[in-house]
């Protein structure tokens, strides 16, 4: 699948059933459980969870499902999560309210990823998990400079890699186990607006980041940039 395309997925836009929006971050928050997303993330944040209390930014977070489960998996480990989720989308901005009225570590801010509204080094690490593919390359590029610029100890971004087996797999998926009419349009969008590794890099380099970009299996990547320890 050589050419990314542009379209655009419907979870960038106002949806008319807030039921079906929240239901399709949870069909979104399944593919994240089950298919390696999450393990992925552990696997890369897990040398800094030695600290007591870490503060963690999480862009274009969602209704907060992943910044959840890490603040749960952190605790295993001796750590403490103050998570801050930011995201643009005003209805997913209210829904993660909810989310993060039971839970006190959490704060949810409306707010860009190519301007992000915190000052340099205001958080020990950032994550962003599938979320870049939404942003045309030159907003990704932007995205990641403002994601290094305001973490301290480092920062993973991980995302789906954009291959024609993976797109074969999120129609077979579409068709047969997402009952979300949003999930079933998104999910096989989102392989073919995402990037690839070379492209991660290419931003990467663009944006004037020394980062490792790792990939993993099924069609994701990482890229890891490592400040402090």
Known sequence: ???RATTTELLDAEVDDLRLLADSFSEVWGVNRYLGGMAILKRH???WMGRWHISLLDVAAGTGDVAAALGAWAR???ASLQVTLLDNHPQVVG????RAAALPAFTVVDGDACRLPFADGEFDLAICNLALHHLDPEAAVQALREINRVSRLGWVVTDLERHRLAHAAAQVMARSVWRNPITRHDGPLSVRRSYRVPEVREMLWKAGIHARVHRHFPFRWAAVCCKER
């Open 95 to 98: 829904l993660a309210r909810q």
């Open 45 to 47: 944040l897990a040398p």
């Open 76 to 78: 295993t480990r001796g």
């Open 1 to 3: 699948m050589r050419d």
